[in-house]
């Protein structure tokens, strides 16, 4: 039954995908990852809480990320979330993104299951020239030793989009790896 559903939400938002890039038109296509990107995550692996959602809701913003979406938004843009959660987070992820007062919605967030799912859909739906990725693409931060998902990341350098990855990410947002 769990992998029946999870076919369906996985067909849920691929269809999503596809309904957010067919009509993008003149648009700049924004796909903006949400953990250790908008959303100083890792710390909160470290510690215990009453619930996943309520660890979700509780993320610190990256202040300075999200300033920077804020403020260039506008018509000439689609943004896109799109993060490997576990599909039970769904409202929780939109809801967490509302409260940054960003402009997300059921239509324009996309959960996947992996990060390899991730790029799949990136490189199914992108828009030559007109694409950016926002996505750090690392992992293991919570062990002292940041890994990056590389075979993504070679993925993405394929395609003739622009990719803010991780070192230009914690530019924008001043952390520390």
């Keep these: 039954m769990k992998t029946f559903i999870e076919n369906i939400l996985s067909v849920w938002f691929t269809w999503l995908m596809y309904i957010n890039t067919v009509f993008i038109g ?10 250790n990107t908008l959303a100083h995550t890792y ?12 660890r979700l809701l509780n993320l610190p913003p990256h202040s300075n990320m999200i300033r920077l979406l804020k403020n260039s938004f506008n018509t000439k843009r689609k943004y896109i979330f799109i993060s490997a959660r ?13 409260k940054q007062g960003l402009p997300a919605d059921l239509l324009n967030t996309i959960i996947v299951k992996t990060p390899q799912l991730k790029i799949s859909l ?13 996505d750090d693409l ?3 931060h919570e062990h002292g030793i940041v ?14 989009i622009k990719h803010i990855g991780y070192s230009a990410i914690l530019k924008i947002n001043r952390t520390k790896p």
């Design 138 to 140: 690392t992992y293991n």
């Design 147 to 160: 890994k990056y998902y590389q075979q993504e990341i070679d993925q993405l350098q394929k395609l003739k």
């Design 43 to 54: 710390p909160s692996l470290l510690k215990q809480h009453p619930s996943e959602r309520e």
């Design 26 to 35: 003149k648009k700049y296509l924004y796909f903006i990852d949400i953990d």
């Design 122 to 134: 990136i490189q199914k739906y992108y828009v030559k020239g007109k694409t950016i990725v926002i």
């Design 86 to 98: 576990s599909y039970k987070q769904y409202f929780t992820t939109v809801e967490w993104l509302k």
